[in-house]
């Protein structure tokens, strides 16, 4: 199966019943889709990073479950069985990548949603099984609007912020698109957003080692989309900064803490001291999903390490060595920006700005907007 031809990238292809994921690891020289037919599928192909993104990863797992269900031949067991078989495969496909919480409050919220369906007094478990499919199924749909919503607020702010509103140049690291979410993209959405204003300069994206999620993807995603856009180094960041050709940073998020610290891909923190430096803005776009209220500061935040062959070898670990061999490696997957560093955090409902203490309030920010 082909994604030649869409307007848009799709990480996902769902309809009832079936799953399949683009394999990422084969972009951008290789378009292959991975047909997922259950839970198993469905960790293996986050924990090998076939589909990656934190909001992308949520979808995925609960798609998975879904599919799984909707293939049953039959489930021999009661209500309260069918609930404690969803809910073991949930902890299960949370237990494929730790940091991002987007995963784990997808998992909270269809477990809200078949605990709702087992006390209605007519439940069965087809019907728990139903309510769990419509569930994951609307998961898809609000991804797709919820960044449509990033992007608007996103550009909003960062025209505002600009010295030329008109003309502006914005650099992102790592892969933040359609290829990282339901579709259209959180930072990358931004950026999308001030192209189809008129107002892009340029793009900048970073390679994003080691697993290179930016010159993979992300380059992949802004040819894709006919955006004017430059590849650099890591490395090569301060020097851009320093010649003037940035007008803001904007990242993605895998997990926000309520202070603002901000968990994003290994290299987000360099990128962000960068920014602080040559007085330039630096922006997370994220979900209110990818905020975990229950810490207080990153410091609590879980970081990923992963295998080493991302260094040793070529094209992530896929490729050939190129290391020396006996070489120690520490590959950790993310690092944490602290809140002093970030400008604002745009999300669907708002932007979030700090309060005259400096300071992000963003447990007020979510109960104001949500109402809980």
């Not at 991002?100 to 809200?112: G, H, M, R, T, Y």
């Not at 923190?269 to 776009?285: D, E, N, Q, R, T």
């Not at 062959?309 to 061999?325: D, M, Q, S, V, Y």
């Amino acid at each position: 199966m082909s994604g030649e031809g869409d307007t848009t990238l799709k990480s996902i292809c769902y309809k009832p019943g079936s799953l399949q994921l683009l394999d990422q690891r084969k972009l951008p020289l290789e378009t292959t889709y991975l047909e997922i037919c259950d839970t198993a599928d469905g960790w293996s192909a986050i924990q090998e990073m076939v589909v990656r993104g934190a909001p992308a990863i949520a979808i995925a797992a609960a798609l998975s479950l879904a599919v799984e269900v909707s293939n049953f031949s039959g489930f021999d067991g009661s209500s309260a069985e069918a609930v404690a078989f969803l809910e073991k495969k949930l902890d299960y496909l949370v237990s494929s990548r730790p940091t991002a919480v987007n995963l784990a409050d997808a998992s909270l919220k269809l477990k809200q949603v078949i605990a709702n369906a087992l006390a209605s007094s007519a439940a069965e478990p087809n019907s728990i099984f139903k309510a769990y499919i419509e569930a994951a199924e609307n998961m898809l749909e609000d991804d797709v609007a919820s960044n449509k919503a990033i992007g608007t607020f996103g550009s909003s702010l960062l025209r505002q912020q600009a010295k030329n509103p008109d003309k502006l140049s914005v650099l992102t690291h790592c892969n933040t698109g359609s290829l990282a979410t339901a579709g259209y993209g959180t930072a990358l959405g931004v950026i999308r957003a001030l192209h189809t204003q008129g107002v892009l300069e340029r793009a900048y994206c970073t390679e994003t080692r080691p697993f290179n999620q930016g010159s993979r993807l992300t380059a992949f995603e802004l040819v894709h989309e006919k955006i004017p856009a430059t590849l650099i180094a890591d490395s090569a960041a301060a020097a851009l900064m320093k010649d003037g050709r940035v007008d803001g940073v904007v990242v993605g998020a895998d997990r926000v803490a309520s202070n603002g610290d901000t968990a994003n891909k290994i290299g987000t923190y360099s990128l962000a001291l960068c920014a602080k430096h040559h007085g330039i803005p630096f922006y997370v776009a994220a979900p209110l999903t990818s905020v975990d209220l229950s810490l207080s500061s990153g410091k609590e935040i879980v970081i990923e390490e992963r295998t080493a062959k991302e260094l040793l070898n070529t094209h992530g670990g896929l490729g050939e060595r190129i290391a020396a061999p006996g070489i120690s490696v520490w590959n950790p997957a993310f690092d944490v920006t602290p809140a002093e560093l970030i400008a604002g955090i745009i999300t669907e409902k708002g932007v979030i700005t700090k309060n005259a203490n400096d300071a992000f309030d963003i447990s007020s920010f979510a109960k104001k907007v949500t109402g809980n």
